[in-house]
Nanobody, 118 residues
Framework: QVQLVESGGGLVQPGGSLRLSCAASGFIFSMYAMGWYRQAPGEQRELVATITRGGNTVYADSVKGRFTISRDNEKKMVSLQMNSLKPEDTAVYFC????????????WGQGTQVTVSS
């Protein structure tokens, strides 16, 4: 069955760094665009970053220059390097796999908590 398993979340001080990883299984990873989304308490889930099959990336304005998304098709993993973290980055981060067919196919991980606090 399809699985997206996130890891790497935790508590970090402002200005610190974390690296999130997502291990995928149960689908043809290389065919899917991959992404990271986040949801803070009381807020809607929002896009953080995406990476296409070909490696093209898109970032939310709020994380540009601080976060980097990457993928390894052989290992079936997608990562999010987060630097210069701010308290407003605190949220549950979700891994997403998307296939652009009609209707699109979306898979989600269970989420990992990131807390930025002193």
């Amino acid at each position: 069955q399809v699985q997206l398993v996130e890891s790497g979340g935790g508590l970090v001080q402002p200005g610190g760094s974390l690296r999130l990883s997502c291990a995928a299984s149960g689908f043809i990873f290389s065919m899917y665009a991959m992404g990271w989304y986040r949801q803070a308490p009381g807020e809607q889930r929002e896009l953080v970053a995406t990476i296409t099959r070909g490696g093209n990336t898109v970032y939310a304005d709020s994380v540009k220059g601080r976060f980097t998304i990457s993928r390894d098709n052989e290992k079936k993993m997608v990562s999010l390097q987060m630097n210069s973290l701010k308290p407003e980055d605190t949220a549950v981060y979700f891994c997403n796999a998307r296939l652009g067919v009609v209707p699109p196919i979306n898979y989600w991980g269970q989420g990992t908590q990131v807390t930025v606090s002193s």
